[in-house]
């Protein structure tokens, strides 16, 4: 398996952006898939956004589609989420996660109980 840091998070106004970065030690050969999730206090952790590993295909949540956008770096082992037009409702923290099964083109893991290995976390805070 791998090991995850989140890094990016802070605080920005309504209008602004951020940048996500999660860096993947270890076995990252092995992982199929990357995703984002968010949880907001009170909340549960939601799906935010994916990406195959190998063939970069991405999928993504309808409320945050056309404001954020997943990529990967395989040479740094790093995946990114570019935050645009964030909104207080978007105030969370934020956690990539890894998956290990490859599935059939086309589909994409949304659920939380789909990924094995999670990082810590980073915070996002959008001021009004």
């Known amino acids: 398996q791998v090991q995850l840091v989140e890094s990016g998070g802070g605080l920005v106004q309504a209008g602004g952006s951020l940048r996500l970065s999660c860096a993947a030690s270890?076995?990252?050969?092995?992982?199929?898939?990357m995703g984002w999730f968010r949880q907001a206090p009170g909340k549960e952790r939601e799906f935010v956004a994916t990406?195959?590993?190998?063939?970069?295909?991405?999928y993504y949540a309808d409320s945050i589609k056309g404001r954020f956008t997943i990529s990967r770096d395989n040479a740094k082992n790093t995946v990114y989420l570019q935050m645009n037009s964030l909104q207080p409702e978007d105030t969370a923290v934020y956690y990539c996660?890894?998956?290990?099964?490859?599935?059939?083109?086309?589909?994409?893991?949304?659920?939380?109980?789909?990924?094995?290995?999670w990082g810590q976390g980073t915070q996002v805070a959008v001021s009004s």
């Open positions: 990406i195959t590993w190998s063939g970069g295909s991405t």
């Open positions: 270890g076995r990252t050969f092995s992982v199929y898939a």
């Open positions: 996660a890894a998956n290990y099964k490859p599935r059939a083109r086309g589909s994409y893991y949304t659920r939380r109980n789909e990924y094995d290995t």
